[in-house]
């Protein structure tokens, strides 16, 4: 277990409590609070007493850097001089957080809400807590939607085209249709008991030829599909 480095500091008036001692050390947390871890250092002649804290840089894994400062009290049982755990250092509840309350002060809270934390650190979103308020509308694309409800199509324009009659051919104005789209028509009103024989999509048209001249008061309905990307 090394020590790098060992100091005493007197931080009140002088033979009067609290002392400091600051250590170096790349150990880890549990090493450092194993029994006896000041035993080398009372025996190169540091002088320890139970009144003193400690200030120790060490390591939270074998393999990190010493980076984790922590505070511990010096604590003389059955023969040995440890560190043990800080009864003066700030306590925080298992899995909770500190949040400014409403006085500017620190609170030992729980997350609630929307979601729940682990004493590992995991944030878990609660069940039902995503509602429709909460998304960004503009990132709800098909792309995220499941393989087995992806739609292949999708439709982009829709609506309901007059017609006087007068020829069995009905040119309806779609501004935006293109030539690759699939209109589908169908008649909703008509004078002549007549069919729809072929419609076909052509640059923000969509082209109806029926089976004569559907006659006056027609009315045809209109939905065009675009390959969904």
């Not at 250092?41 to 922590?70: D, H, I, W």
């Not at 109806?208 to 675009?226: C, E, H, K, W």
Request: with cysteine.
């Amino acid at each position: 277990m090394p020590i790098l480095a060992a100091q005493i500091s007197q931080t009140g008036l002088v033979d009067v409590v609290p002392n400091v001692a600051y250590i170096s050390t790349n150990d880890t947390v549990a090493q450092v609070t194993t029994a006896g871890y000041l035993n080398t250092l009372v025996q190169a002649g540091y002088q320890f007493t139970e009144a003193m804290m400690a200030l120790v840089s060490t390591k939270t894994t074998p393999t990190a850097t010493p980076t984790a400062v922590s505070w511990f009290d010096v604590s003389f049982s059955g023969g040995n001089w440890s560190l043990v755990a800080s009864s003066s250092t700030t306590t925080l509840s298992n899995a909770n957080i500190f949040v400014g309350n409403a006085s500017n002060v620190a609170a030992d809270v729980p997350l609630s809400g929307d979601a729940t934390m682990a004493n590992t650190g995991a944030l878990t979103i609660i069940n039902n807590a995503i509602t429709s308020a909460k998304i960004n509308a503009a990132a709800v694309t098909l792309a995220k939607l499941a393989p087995g409800i992806t739609p292949s199509h999708i439709c982009v324009f829709g609506g309901t085209q007059a017609n006087g009659g007068g020829s069995a051919t009905v040119a309806i104005t779609v501004t935006g249709a293109l030539a690759t789209d699939l209109p589908v028509v169908q008649i909703a009103a008509s004078t002549n008991a007549v069919s729809i024989q072929k419609v076909t999509a052509t640059s923000n048209t969509v082209t109806v030829i029926m089976s004569g001249d559907p006659g006056a008061a027609t009315s045809l309905t209109y939905q065009v599909f675009r390959a969904a990307t």
